[in-house]
């Protein structure tokens, strides 16, 4: 398959115009302006990871790849080492661990990977491991550690501070008496306390009273 090709036939400019706007950090020139379902469908048809790297959205290809192909668990991680340092925005990032569904029937050995990335320096390398966290482990198991790390995690960067606010929201849905005591000690940073807050405040499945009581914990 020519990816580069196929990239090119399905590229919208209109899309492309709209699109930059939610990726400011990417430069225009590497967007072609392909939509994330027809990546998705795309990335499901690849044999190979052989493509290039210049765009934006062969990069997220990748991911794709990583996710969708039947791989064995080492190959994956492999090509891991390789991808994740190239992410350098969020939607790149999310896009791809939504797909990498194999991660939940290797969570343990998933997790000891995934150690390097949690005490990384390089933002979108933490964003990386804060949204696995929230899609793969907020579970019974993993519930106690994650919010530990979550909670203890001390950034300056926007997009590592936004994806805890958003890891912390989504677990207050399902542990709603493990995460409130976490807002109610007012220990994280006042962005991420006050994101997380307004997040939940979104939510569809919290309750109008809820909502009202975790305002007041604003700072």
Not at 166 to 180: E, G, K, N
Not at 183 to 195: D, F, H, I, K, T
Request: glycine share 2%.
């Amino acid at each position: 398959m020519d990816v580069r090709k196929e990239l090119l036939m399905l590229a919208d400019t209109q899309y492309r115009d709209f699109h930059k706007k939610l990726i400011p950090n990417v430069p225009e020139a590497r967007i072609l302006g392909v939509r994330i379902p027809q990546l998705r469908k795309l990335g499901k048809k690849l044999d190979k990871d052989d493509f290039a790297w210049d765009y934006y959205e062969e990069v997220m290809l990748h991911g794709f790849y990583i996710g969708y192909k039947k791989l064995d668990f080492e190959d994956r991680l492999t090509l891991l080492d390789e991808f994740i340092p190239r992410i350098d925005n969020w939607a790149v990032c999310d896009c791809a661990i939504a797909s990498m569904k194999f991660i939940e029937k290797s969570r343990k050995a998933f997790l000891d990977y995934l150690q390097t990335y949690m005490r990384s320096q390089k933002e979108y390398e933490l964003r990386f491991a804060v949204v696995v966290l929230m899609d793969y482990y907020l579970t019974d198991e993993y519930i106690d550690m994650s919010l530990a790390y979550l909670q203890g995690l001390q950034s300056d960067f926007y997009y590592v501070n936004m994806a805890v606010a958003w890891a912390l929201s989504v677990a207050f849905v399902r542990y709603r008496d493990r995460v409130l005591p976490i807002l109610e000690s007012r220990l994280l940073s006042r962005e991420v306390q006050n994101m997380t807050i307004g997040k939940i405040r979104d939510s569809l499945r919290v309750d109008k009273e809820t909502k009202q009581y975790v305002k007041s914990l604003r700072i």
